[in-house]
C-alpha cells in the first residue's frame, strides 16, 4: 500500500537504506537512489560531498547499507545526514561479484516504487549482497536465486504445490517436469499427457530443477 513519507518537525526524515546508485552532478554534487524498506524507493540529491575526504561522504557509495537522515525540501530530499550499518566493501575484489552486485541494485532500482513498502525487496538485497561478498554459492547460481526470489517478491511466484495439468497436488520425486510460463508451474512427466497441445509450450526441465525453484520460492 503506498503511503506518504512522513517528517518530524524539523522536516528531517530518518530511514534505513541501502545505496542502489550514484550520479556525478557536478564537481562536489551526487544524486543518489536509495532503497528504504518503509519509504520504498528514494532519490536523494547530496551537495557537497563529491571530495572523498568529506566525512559526510562516508557510506554514499553504493553496496553502502545506512541509517540515514533526509531532509525534505518541498517535493525533493536532500542528504543531511548518515550512519553506515553494513558496507559492502569486499564485493569489489571480485569482477564476477562486483558485476552481480552492480545488477542487483540495478534491478530492485528498476522494480522498487517510490512511496511503498519494499522491506522484502530490500531484505532480499542485503542477504544477497552478503551472499556475494561471502561467496557463499558460485555467482551464476546466485544470480538465478535473486531473480527467481524478487519474483516471488514481486508477485509473480510460480506455483510448486499443484500440478497445472490436472490441479491435483505436484508429484515429487519424477525424472522429468515441464514448465509453463503462461501458466506460472509446473506439471510431472506422468501427467504430460493432460497437457495436450499446451506441452509444445513448455520447458521440460530434470526433477532438480523442480526441487531447487521449490526450495527457493518456499525458503525465507
Known amino acids: 500500500m503506498d503511503k506518504s513519507i512522513g517528517t518530524d518537525e524539523s522536516g528531517v526524515i530518518v530511514t534505513d537504506g541501502l545505496v542502489l546508485r550514484e550520479i556525478t552532478l557536478n564537481e562536489n554534487d551526487r544524486l543518489l537512489t536509495v532503497l528504504t524498506g518503509e519509504h520504498g524507493r528514494m ?5 557537497g560531498v563529491k571530495n572523498l575526504t568529506s566525512k559526510r561522504a562516508y ?3 553504493p553496496f ?5 537522515e533526509f531532509e525534505k525540501k518541498g517535493e525533493k530530499l536532500r542528504f543531511h545526514d548518515s550512519n553506515v550499518k553494513k558496507s559492502f566493501f569486499d564485493i569489489n575484489d571480485s569482477v564476477e561479484g ?6 542487483i541494485c540495478e534491478a530492485a532500482g ?9 522491506s522484502e525487496l530490500l531484505r532480499l538485497c542485503l542477504n544477497m549482497l552478503f551472499s556475494v561478498e561471502n561467496k557463499l554459492k558460485p555467482v551464476h547460481i546466485l544470480k ?3 531473480e527467481l526470489k524478487a519474483a516471488c517478491v514481486l508477485g509473480f511466484m510460480p506455483d ?6 490436472t490441479g491435483r497436488s505436484l508429484a515429487k520425486g519424477e525424472k522429468r517436469y515441464a514448465f509453463s510460463l503462461e501458466e506460472g508451474g509446473f506439471a510431472p512427466e506422468s501427467e504430460f499427457e493432460n497437457l495436450g497441445e499446451a506441452l509444445a509450450n513448455c520447458i521440460i526441465v530434470p526433477g532438480s530443477v523442480c526441487n531447487a525453484v521449490h526450495h527457493v520460492v518456499t525458503s525465507d
Request: include cysteine.
Open 43 to 47: 532519490t536523494v540529491l547530496a551537495r
Open 160 to 165: 510448486t504445490e499443484y500440478s497445472i495439468a
Open 110 to 118: 528498476e522494480c522498487a516504487m517510490e512511496n511503498n513498502d519494499e
Open 64 to 68: 553502502s547499507y545506512s541509517t540515514f
Open 144 to 146: 538465478a536465486v535473486f
Open 59 to 61: 557510506g554514499l557509495t
Open 98 to 103: 562486483f558485476a552481480l552486485a552492480s545488477y
